[in-house]
């Protein structure tokens, strides 16, 4: 079964970015995550919405 959410040190991974930045775009509500007994979770969803908004700002830059 495909696992439909992250941890945080991989979805910081999947995205290629460090842990503290993943926990800046998470505060600013840029990646939805949700949390679960006190652990962050992020959707797979989440990250690809967070990509395909930045490609769509690149296109309309």
Known sequence: MTRLL???PEAAAALAVSRSKLY??????????VRIDGSR????????D???GLTS?????
Do not use: D, M, N
Not at 24 to 33: P, R
Not at 41 to 48: E, N, T
Not at 57 to 61: M, N, P, Q
């Open 6 to 8: 992250l941890t945080v």
């Open 24 to 33: 800046q775009l998470i505060a600013s509500g840029a990646v939805a995550s």
């Open 41 to 48: 979770r992020i959707p797979v969803s989440a990250l690809q």
């Open 50 to 52: 967070y990509i395909t």
């Open 57 to 61: 700002a690149e296109r309309a830059a």
